[in-house]
T-cell receptor, first 112, second 111 residues
Framework: GDSVTQMEGPVTLSEEAFLTINCTYT??????LFWYVQYPGEGLQLLLK?????DKGSNKGFEATYRKETTSFHLEKGSVQVSDSAVYFC???????????FGAGTRLFVKA | DVKVTQSSRYLVKRTGEKVFLECVQD?????MFWYRQDPGLGLRLIYF???????EKGDIPEGYSVSREKKERFSLILESASTNQTSMYLC??????????FGPGTRLTVL
């Protein structure tokens, strides 16, 4: 079945460092791909998404490119801030489906 | 903005109690979902509903049931709470099945 694998955390970075969180997926068909973020004490919220191969999703300085050839959707940010400390979830949803498949989540700590 | 609210942020119950978790969304979304979130396991789907009175089992439905009598409200029921149901419970809704909008979560502790 469909699945999402993302790098284990926690990831600890200093402010202004470069961030990469790896995400790979297994799916039949042509899924949409998502990154959700969960700030402390809150539910998840959509960070960015991409619906077809080679699309780049971006928001708040974060980017991810849908790579069908490597079945990947890695999250990147050029310069992280303390306020980016959160748990990040990679997810996929297959065409016409109701269900979203989530990765295990990667906790990011950013130190001042 | 879509708003999804959950009835409690924190809940403490005893083993064997019947527990009700309620979720309400205000944007006329067709689809609603209940997940549980556990460290290292991500989000696991318990049940979802694509219309009033319609429900489908997710990946881990055992020990849970749901009710959707009105479009905006989706309830999760633990018939007889057990300690292994201690978890964070998240409700979400979608319109066309794309982006999910989440509530703030209910942290349930079963003693």
């Amino acid at each position: 079945g469909d699945s999402v694998t993302q790098m284990e955390g926690p990831v600890t970075l200093s402010e202004e460092a470069f961030l990469t969180i790896n995400c790979t997926y297994t799916a039949t068909g042509y899924p949409s791909l998502f990154w959700y973020v969960q700030y402390p004490g809150e539910g998840l919220q959509l960070l960015l998404k991409a619906t077809k191969a080679d699309d780049k999703g971006s928001n708040k300085g974060f980017e991810a490119t849908y790579r069908k050839e490597t079945t990947s959707f890695h999250l990147e940010k050029g310069s992280v801030q303390v306020s980016d400390s959160a748990v990040y979830f990679c997810a996929l949803q297959n065409t016409g489906g109701f269900k979203t498949i989530f990765g295990a989540g990667t906790r990011l700590f950013v130190k001042a | 903005d879509v708003k999804v609210t959950q009835s409690s942020r924190y809940l403490v119950k005893r083993t064997g109690e019947k527990v009700f978790l309620e979720c309400v969304q205000d944007m006329d979304h067709e689809n609603m979902f209940w997940y549980r979130q556990d460290p290292g396991l991500g989000l696991r789907l318990i049940y979802f509903s694509y219309d009033v009175k319609m429900k489908e089992k997710g990946d881990i439905p055992e020990g849970y049931s749901v009710s959707r009598e009105k479009k905006e409200r989706f309830s999760l029921i633990l018939e007889s709470a057990s300690t292994n149901q201690t978890s964070m419970y998240l409700c979400a809704s979608t319109l066309g099945g794309d982006t999910q909008y989440f509530g703030p979560g209910t942290r349930l502790t079963v003693l």
